[in-house]
């Protein structure tokens, strides 16, 4: 590991990393993460019974616009062209928690892992904003990389949830 931080000048100023000369290469990242309610609650988002609506789709395209508006979010990121952001759901009702996952893809120049991890965070409270007139008590988190691969570090797997 390198013992300069990147995002740091001589000065230590914060500044965004150049890239330029990097080559694109195809690069995937997948984040995860949850929002605990009680049975009650992810019932009503299961079957469609939320005053506020369609709880997943919403959810759905708020991650999917995160991940689109990440540099506008995270100070230091860089603008990328997304080839592609999928947000999904899966209803965990033994634990009473819907899981979030996000896949960002581009061919760019550094990573999209920033990208997933914020889609999968606004999703999660997209879900919360549609759902609190129900519970106020939902937990988010946590949130965490998956996998990532492409550029220079290749490919990363997280081996354990650590949860």
Known sequence: MS??????????HAAMVDVGDKPATSRTAVAQG?????????AAIRDGHVPK???????????IMAAKKTPE?????HTLLLTKVAVDFEMDEAASRLLITATVRCNGQTGVEMEALTAVSVAALTIYDMAKALEKGMTIGPIRLLE???GKSGEWRRETDGD
Do not use: F, N
């Not at 013992?3 to 230590?12: A, I, K, V, W």
């Not at 949850?34 to 992810?42: D, F, G, K, N, S």
């Not at 369609?54 to 395209?61: F, M, N, T």
């Not at 979010?73 to 990121?77: D, M, N």
């Open 73 to 77: 979010l995270i100070p230091l990121c």
């Open 53 to 63: 609506g369609d709880v997943l789709a919403a959810a759905r395209l708020a991650g």
């Open 34 to 42: 949850e929002v605990r309610m009680a049975p009650a609650t992810l």
């Open 3 to 12: 013992e300069r931080l990147t995002h740091l000048d001589e000065r230590g």
């Open 148 to 150: 990532k691969s492409g």
